[in-house]
């Protein structure tokens, strides 16, 4: 059944489920007070030090620690695996504690000044039930929805194993496995306890949530969260959208759009980013540039064009270089922030389902 995400098997509480008003909830909840619970807080997230064990808890309370021993757990994730690709991009696949497997990629930043930017890229759900035409992630369908702790946990690994290697971890994308959406509880709570500024305080226009486009939920999250937002739009005609993202089906375009442009109105210096994966034939000729540009009217927005990353036995190919281009430029003629995404594997990161990567998605469940 649908587990509750607060504890694990055998009961004990699992601390990165749980926002900085529970924990000290509960901290006192066991009888010590809310500074115990503060320098829990820090050597779970803060400053470098990442306990992974009630051992790693040095200057705490030592009935605390036992307390915490018996009583909490700290991971939520076993590293399985690490791979790093040529371009510096790194794969950590973690199993879950039902033994299914989830895949978090760390792309390190080209730029190697001060304004370099590392970004997490991490899974919400175990598989997806939007059924994307273009995506690998689509085709294994939805395993569950992981818990906080188990999104939180992997943008901790992210910062413990590779801060000494590539710098700070600066960025979040929800952009991984799933739709962060359909999971929209346990993303919104652990994006606040990302957020939090005595534990891995990332700025809140730097977690980045994407979505393919569930209206509700996306009204839900503009309203309740400072988070920015990526909405794969992917067409400019229902027919099209209809068909290679089928939840638009149930919302369509013009409701889509609509939505952003109401909700926006209330948020101040705030874009939402429009990823449009560009298939040959299929949504790159002139008159789907026009059509982008009149959709996007009225919206405070950025638009990235990404070049499709064909995977085995996919129906689409990638629009060519020079037609990108052009696309691009047309729709800058005609007033649109865009920008066109290269191959590596960052930018390509820039949507959910462009993980694509075989291995993790054609593993026996
Ligand atoms: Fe799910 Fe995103 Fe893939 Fe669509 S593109 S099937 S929403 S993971």
């Known amino acids: 059944g649908e587990r ?22 509960w901290v006192q909840s066991h009888g010590y007070r809310p500074g115990q619970a503060l320098m829990l807080w820090k050597r779970i997230y803060g400053n470098g030090i990442w306990a992974h064990h009630s051992d790693q808890l040095e200057g705490l309370n ?17 590293l399985k695996q690490v791979i790093t690709a040529a371009d510096g991009t790194r794969k950590i696949l973690f199993t879950l504690e039902d033994g299914l497997v989830i895949e978090t990629v ?29 995506c690998y992630t689509g085709r294994m369908g939805l395993r569950r929805n992981l ?23 600066t960025n979040v994308v929800f952009m991984g496995m799933g739709e962060p959406l359909q999971n929209i509880d346990n993303v919104l709570k652990a994006a606040d306890i ?20 569930l209206v509700p939920q996306m009204r839900r999250f ?33 409701l889509l759009l609509q939505t952003l442009r109401e909700e926006l109105r209330f948020k101040s210096n705030y874009k939402v980013l429009f990823e449009y994966v560009m298939l040959a034939g299929i949504n790159d000729s002139i008159e789907d540039a026009k059509r982008l540009a009149d ?35 047309l729709l800058a003629e005609l007033g649109c922030r865009v920008f066109l995404r290269s191959s590596r594997g960052d930018d390509q990161m820039a949507a959910c389902g462009q993980l694509g990567n075989p291995d993790v998605v054609q593993a026996p469940l």
């Open 295 to 329: 959709l996007v009217q009225g919206i405070p927005c950025k638009i990235n064009l990404l070049s499709f990353n064909p995977h085995s036995g996919s129906q689409f190919r990638p629009t060519s270089e020079e037609k990108m281009v052009e696309f691009r430029n």
């Open 106 to 134: 760390v792309i390190p930043s080209v730029a190697s000044d001060s304004r370099s930017r590392n970004t997490v890229c991490v899974s919400s759900q175990v598989g997806c039930a939007m059924n994307c035409q273009f």
């Open 4 to 25: 509750s995400g607060i504890t694990n098997r055998s009961s004990k509480v699992l601390l990165k489920g749980m926002r900085y008003d529970e924990l000290e909830k």
């Open 194 to 213: 990302m957020l939090h500024d005595q534990g891995l305080y990332f700025s809140p226009r730097k977690v980045t949530v994407s979505t393919s486009g």
């Open 62 to 78: 030592k009935d605390f620690k036992k307390m915490l021993s018996e009583s909490a757990e700290f991971k939520a994730l076993a």
């Open 147 to 169: 818990t906080a702790a188990e999104i939180v946990e992997q943008a901790v690994f992210a910062r413990s194993l590779f801060t000494s290697e590539v710098g700070d971890i």
């Open 222 to 254: 503009l309203k309740e969260s400072n988070c920015a937002l990526a909405v794969s739009l992917n067409a400019t005609t229902d027919e099209v959208r209809n068909w290679i993202m089928p939840i638009n089906r149930k919302y369509k375009l013009d």
